[in-house]
């Protein structure tokens, strides 16, 4: 017997021995694909099939994929693609790169901060390498001479590198491939995910990472090796142009898989400069003493848990009766103030709804009383959700809804307001806007065209994580979102009301019109998830009050 456990404990040993030796031999492979001009949200808007099957994990088994809707580029530069560019190859901000605008690349600090590719070409190991590129100014982005550099077009470069992945000599260990097409269709069609033309070349796109990434696990080697895939962007945009700040262009996905990758959805604000510093660390480079401003993620997921919608419910106003109810238990009390302001009528989004009627020097409002003394969860949280019909022109910039003095942006509280449309200042749009740093900053989110005469969603979070989250949901089911990671230093405390229709002071020069329907609040964050849940919901015809029971 005792004979039998030793050869038992040796056999055991030897097994797990083997074991050991055929993890320490697994291969790192990292491939960073960034994508020109591709907003986060264009991810549940148009058909991606590939993108999708690694973001569920489906790609091989083994490996894992980690995502998030609220990834952000850089903030010491413009939302512009050079200085981005040069921060995914090097994983520093402008400052250390010093490209800080489009034209600079040349003149980049490249010797100082190399591209993660030159360290790795550079390193004992003398890693294979190669950056493939459309975008001519990429020439000199972190430019290396033990690095490859081709310039072709995405499709070219995409077959090019598929070819080198299936060479006899297994090809590059590491990989930057931009991709640029998406950017072009943005400047020539638009970059909200309903221009076809962006649409049809983010579709092209994907069909250019399928095909790498069934070269990739087609490799005879494939099982013996370690993959990391990191996709990102540079930036997003806004109708036919990117650079503005606001959410827009500052929005864009990252997107990793890999084995030792947690499934699931990636926790914060990362950004786009991560990547590299990712890219690294996976081949074993200690990056702590690089001094490099991205950071190694992917290894934790959110712990944001779901939590049922009536938690936190501080208002909850259907609109469906002649006197405006605040059907939420235990909810605030409200005031309606002005002759003219309606509740219940006719040609709701789901049923009745309010109607506010427009002006300069109108005051005609409802008011969500003691909301001055409201205390938010984690000092700052909450969530404002309401379907919203406003006409095609604005008087002023109205109001939706707020708890501020409107006569100035930088100071304390927030508001969904009517606006300008940036592109054609002639038609109106909605933003969001919160006070920062005591009266001296401000943070305008959007500004989102509308839809006029038609019902459209607009929903404003603010998570435990830190990050301000604006989203439309359009008519035609196109869900949008942006983001914003300076609510931080947010003065979200107006001592006013928070009123609907009207400034905090509901005295604001000009009075909302439109229709609201279905408006809630919460004492709480939640996810895009969540959101996109009472969204579609409200497409369906079904009111908030049936995802409450």
């Not at 008087?395 to 508001?415: E, H, L, Q, T, Y």
């Amino acid at each position: 017997m005792k004979q039998s456990i030793q050869c038992l404990l040796a056999l055991s040993i030897f097994l797990g021995g083997i074991t050991l030796l055929s993890q320490e031999k697994l291969q790192p492979k990292a491939l960073i694909i960034m994508i020109d001009g591709m907003r986060a949200d264009a991810y549940d808007n148009i058909p991606m099939p590939n993108l999708e099957k690694l973001r569920a994990g489906k790609w091989q088994p083994g490996y894992n994929g980690a995502f998030t809707l609220t990834g952000y580029n850089l903030e010491d530069a413009r939302p512009n693609s050079a200085p981005n560019h040069a921060a995914i190859a090097t994983g520093v901000t402008a400052t250390k790169h010093k490209v800080f605008k489009n034209g600079q690349t040349k003149d980049g600090n490249f010797e100082e901060w190399p591209s993660w590719l030159a360290r790795l070409a550079t390193s004992p190991q003398h890693y294979k390498t190669q950056f493939l590129y459309s975008w001519g100014e990429n020439k000199d982005t972190a430019k290396h001479p033990d690095v490859p550099f081709r310039k072709g077009k995405d499709p070219d470069n995409g077959d090019y590198l598929c070819n080198l992945y299936a060479s006899p000599d297994g090809g590059p260990d590491a990989v930057l491939f931009f991709i640029g097409e998406v950017d072009h269709s943005g400047h020539s069609d638009g970059f909200y995910p309903h221009s076809q033309k962006y649409i049809n070349t983010a579709m092209e796109t994907d069909v250019i990472i399928g095909k790498l990434l069934d070269t990739i696990a087609a490799r005879p080697n494939f099982a013996n090796e370690d993959w990391l895939i990191l996709i990102t962007s540079d930036h997003g945009g806004y109708g036919k142009s990117h650079g503005m700040l606001g959410g827009h262009a500052n929005t864009i996905p990252i997107l990793m898989v890999g084995k030792h990758i947690t499934q699931g959805t990636l926790p914060g604000l990362p950004r786009n400069y991560d990547m590299p510093v990712t890219a690294l660390a996976h081949f074993g480079v200690d990056v702590k003493p690089l001094n490099l401003d991205g950071h190694v993620i992917g290894t934790e997921v959110s712990k944001i848990q779901r939590r049922p919608l009536k938690e936190g419910l501080l208002a909850y106003l259907p609109f469906d009766t002649e006197t405006p109810v605040n059907v939420a238990p235990n909810g605030l009390e409200i005031a309606v103030v002005g002759q003219n302001i309606k509740s219940g009528v006719d040609g709701g989004k789901l049923g009745k709804c309010l109607r506010i009627p427009g002006g300069e020097n109108v005051r005609e409002c409802i008011i969500l009383k003691n909301t001055e003394y409201l205390k938010l969860e984690n000092g700052n949280n909450f969530t404002a959700t309401m379907w919203v019909r406003l006409p095609p022109t604005h008087v002023g910039n109205p109001a939706i809804f707020s708890n501020k003095d409107w006569r100035s942006g930088a100071r304390p509280g927030f508001v969904i307001c009517g606006a300008r449309n940036i592109n054609n200042p002639t038609n109106p749009g909605v933003h969001f806007n919160f006070g920062r740093w005591h009266d001296t900053h401000r943070t305008d989110m959007g500004v989102y065209d509308i839809t006029p005469d038609e019902w459209v969603f607009y929903a404003v979070t603010v998570t435990p994580e830190g990050v301000v989250c604006f989203c439309q949901g359009q008519p035609d089911g196109q869900f949008y979102w942006i983001v914003d990671g300076s609510i931080k230093d947010a003065n979200l405390e107006s001592g006013m009301t928070w009123n609907i229709g009207q400034d905090g002071s509901a005295a604001y020069r000009y009075n909302l019109q439109g229709d609201i329907d279905d408006f809630a609040l919460w004492n709480r964050g939640m996810s895009v998830d969540e959101l996109h849940e009472i969204y579609n919901a409200g497409r369906q015809n079904h009111d908030l009050g049936t995802l409450l029971k």
